[in-house]
């Protein structure tokens, strides 16, 4: 029998995390509005009861957001484990998550309705959590020689990664009004800001192209490859239009966080 310890996958971390936070698996699969089935087997990091991985990448990355840990480095973990498994990392939108009405709801309703709150506290909180991941990490993996190898590398307790996302260019509109602009061609998503709103959008190989909090009056047109993947913080103060046709939001809010996937 190996003296080396097996190594913790990404789903076992947030599951240790979630420990540490006084949570149980029933509020985190109500909150994600997950099976709680699927949620335990993701905990487990058992492949062979998870689907996809395309939803496993959406559910982790929700998880994580949810617990306020960094998810760039679960996800990385996640493309380790689906490499050893001989399995390949599928790249499209995310999956729709609503998220439960009640008090972890309102939660992330005030996380992404105040993004400056979030970016003060966010390291703060993020080295606490990412400090016991690390921690716990280094400990299973320590080899037989002793020296601890730690699955998480340290990375900077940003909201993304260093270099994830393109700068947008800054324009003057017609109107006088400033233009965000990501991506040359393509298809076409337009978010008008008449309020502060966290906003992320992805596209449809699951890269990052936007993620920020425009100014209220602020325009941001993202064109690439669809379909799109959309978050919106605030949706109540946005306006959302693809290919020059307005989106309705309402069907897609809950708690006033929209979650939805445009051109698939």
Request: aromatic residues 4%; glycine residues 12%; negative net charge.
């Given at each position: 029998m190996s003296n080396v310890p097996q190594r913790l996958g990404p789903g076992a971390l947030l599951a240790r995390v979630r420990v540490e936070r006084g949570l149980t698996p029933e509020d985190l699969a109500q909150t994600l509005n997950l099976p709680l089935s699927t949620l335990r087997a993701l905990e487990a990091d058992d492949l062979s009861r998870l689907p996809s991985p395309i939803f496993v990448r959406g559910y982790l990355r929700a998880y994580a957001r949810l617990l306020l840990v960094p998810s760039a480095p679960l996800l990385a973990a996640f493309d380790q484990?689906?490499?050893?498994?001989?399995?390949?990392?599928?790249?499209a939108a995310?999956?729709?998550?609503?998220?439960?009405?009640?008090?972890?709801?309102?939660?992330?309703?005030g996380i992404f309705q105040n993004p400056g709150w979030v970016m003060a506290s966010f390291s703060a909180l993020g080295a606490v959590l990412l400090g016991g991941m690390v921690l716990g990490a280094?400990?299973?993996?320590?080899?037989?020689?002793?020296?601890?190898?730690?699955?998480?590398?340290?990375?900077?307790?940003?909201?993304?990664?260093?270099?994830?996302?393109?700068?947008?260019?800054?324009?003057?509109?017609?109107?006088?009004?400033?233009?965000?602009?990501v991506g040359v061609e393509g298809?076409?998503?337009?978010?008008?800001?008449?309020?502060?709103?966290?906003?992320?959008?992805?596209?449809?190989?699951?890269?990052?192209?936007?993620?920020?909090?425009?100014?209220?009056?602020?325009?941001?047109?993202?064109?690439?490859?669809?379909?799109?993947?959309?978050?919106?913080?605030?949706?109540?103060?946005?306006?959302?239009?693809?290919?020059?046709?307005?989106?309705?939001?309402?069907?897609?809010?809950?708690?006033?966080?929209a979650q939805l996937v445009l051109g698939r």
């Open positions: 484990q689906l490499a050893e498994a001989g399995l390949a990392s599928e790249g995310l999956p729709r998550l609503s998220l439960k009405r009640g008090i972890r709801a309102s939660l992330l309703r280094g400990q299973q993996l320590g080899a037989a020689d002793g020296a601890p190898e730690p699955l998480l590398a340290a990375v900077p307790l940003a909201l993304a990664p260093t270099g994830a996302t393109p700068e947008p260019e800054v324009r003057e509109g017609a109107d006088g009004k400033p233009e965000l602009w298809a076409r998503l337009e978010v008008t800001y008449a309020s502060e709103s966290w906003t992320e959008i992805r596209d449809g190989a699951d890269l990052l192209l936007f993620q920020g909090a425009p100014t209220p009056g602020t325009r941001l047109v993202v064109q690439g490859e669809g379909p799109f993947a959309l978050l919106l913080g605030y949706a109540p103060g946005v306006r959302v239009s693809y290919n020059q046709m307005d989106v309705p939001l309402r069907p897609h809010t809950r708690n006033d966080i």
